[in-house]
T-cell receptor, first 116, second 112 residues
């Protein structure tokens, strides 16, 4: 059981280039999330999805787009990368659950992105 | 807007000592989570606290929730080096989208 898988694990971009980060989960979770982690800032929510075909903005959505065409996949796109988008990106998924498992978010291993 | 504050942000302890990490949040919520992150790794769920007065314990870690004070604590008993990591609390903002707002994290270093 792979859980949440992110690809790629590392990427270096030049300013203005575009790329897509892929998140795949095999737990049949309804909810999926994209975060960025920067030193001293904790995790900040970029976009999220509460089900196939739905997406919504989080705390820091500017410069990013997302799509969830299939329940198991959540894509994060950078159309024109900027140095300010240098960060570690984490994808997570969750389900409503009950009791002690209620909405535990399960995280992928992360993608380390550098924009030069 | 929900704000989550952790303190301290940095904690250096000696093995065998006890200490507490605090997590304060700004709006009503009855769902709070603690996560652990090892350097260069992903986040791992530690505890889920779902009601006022909830207490969860695993090994040398114990978490509690006081929803009236909007405060959760993570207590470390007789620290060991293996507990060195960054600990995050996260609060559910409510509603049906299950968004979490994370604190900035507490970097814990346990020295031999």
């Amino acid at each position: 059981n792979a859980g949440v898988t992110q690809t790629p694990k590392f990427r270096v971009l030049k300013t203005g280039q575009s790329m897509t980060l892929l998140c795949a989960q095999d737990m049949n979770h309804e909810y999926m999330y994209w975060y960025r982690q920067d030193p001293g800032m904790g995790l900040r929510l970029i976009h999220y999805s509460v089900g196939e075909g739905t997406t919504a903005k989080g705390e820091v959505p500017d410069g990013y787009n997302v799509s969830r065409l299939k329940k198991q996949n959540f894509l994060l796109g950078l159309e024109s990368a900027a140095p300010s988008q240098t960060s570690v990106y984490f994808c997570a998924s969750s389900y409503e659950g009950h009791g002690g498992t209620k909405n535990i978010q399960y995280f992928g291993a992360g993608t380390r992105l550098s924009v030069l | 807007e929900l704000k989550v504050e952790q303190n301290p942000l940095f904690l250096s302890m000696q093995e065998g000592k006890n200490y507490t990490i605090y997590c304060n949040y700004s709006t009503t919520s009855d769902r709070l989570y603690w996560y652990r992150q090892d350097p260069g790794k992903s986040l791992e769920s530690l505890f889920v606290l779902l009601s006022n007065g909830a207490v969860k314990q695993e090994g040398r870690l114990m978490a509690s929730l006081d929803t009236k004070a909007r405060l959760s604590t993570l207590h470390i008993t007789a620290a060991v080096h293996d507990l060195s990591a960054t600990y995050f609390c996260a609060v559910d903002s409510g509603g049906s989208n299950y968004k979490l707002t994370f604190g900035k994290g507490t970097l814990l270093t346990v020295n031999p």
